[in-house]
T-cell receptor, first 109, second 114 residues
């Protein structure tokens, strides 16, 4: 059974803080890795793909450790608008997406 | 940015009734997915549809579910006899990006079975 595990949180942080989320996946055949963001009662939206070499998009940095089957997301200088649930998502090539349950982030003034 | 459009945004139905959820995917896309998310739970795969055929389905997608492409552009998800536990958000999605592995989701239909 393919599983993606995340700490559900919530993570409560002040504006400007740095926060990190972790995720583990069980299927060693997984080939593609993503972080999605989901606002309350809205659709998931792609935040960033995660590459083996790690990648950065502005305040967001994603890392992948294939040996440990572990994915991370780092958010620097948190904004109020970053408050959302962050979904860790994996898939095998040509297959469907397997979602984690998500980690809730609450950024306060 | 291209959109995946779903209707209705919210559907309330009585247990045992049939419901049809509709989706207009990104134009000219052959691949198409339905996912669902029960309140407070994770997003779960239901079915993928490629070139007018089901290509993969999950154990959730049992005989009460069906997916069709009634015309060239719209997709439907039909639930024949709804149960209380079918209450969820239903999302359709198109793949995109490198190797078509990323997914672009519609805004969802919230189904409430009473």
């Amino acid at each position: 059974r393919k599983e993606v595990e995340q700490d559900p949180g919530p993570f409560n942080v002040p504006e400007g803080a740095t926060v990190a989320f972790n995720c583990t996946y069980s299927n060693s055949a997984s080939q593609s890795f993503f972080w999605y963001r989901q606002d309350c009662r809205k659709e998931p939206k792609l935040l960033m793909s995660v590459y083996s070499s790690g990648n950065e998009d502005g305040r967001f940095t994603a890392q992948l450790n294939r040996a440990s089957q572990y994915i991370s997301l780092l958010i620097r200088d948190s904004k109020l608008s970053d408050s959302a649930t962050y979904l860790c998502v994996v898939n095998e090539r040509y297959s469907t997406l397997t979602f984690g349950k998500g980690t809730m982030l609450l950024v306060s003034p | 940015e291209p959109e995946v459009t779903q209707t209705p945004s919210h559907q309330v139905t009585q247990m045992g009734q049939e419901v049809i959820l509709r989706c207009v995917p990104i134009s000219n896309h052959l691949y198409f997915y339905w996912y669902r998310q029960i309140l407070g739970q994770k997003v779960e795969f239901l079915v993928s549809f490629y070139n007018n055929e089901i290509s993969e389905k999950s154990e959730i997608f049992d005989d009460q579910f069906s997916v069709e492409r009634p015309d060239g552009s719209n997709f439907t998800l039909k639930i024949r006899s709804t149960k209380l536990e079918d209450s969820a958000m239903y999302f359709c999605a198109n793949p995109r990006g490198r190797s078509n592995t990323e997914a672009f989701f519609g805004q969802g239909t919230r189904l409430t079975v009473v």
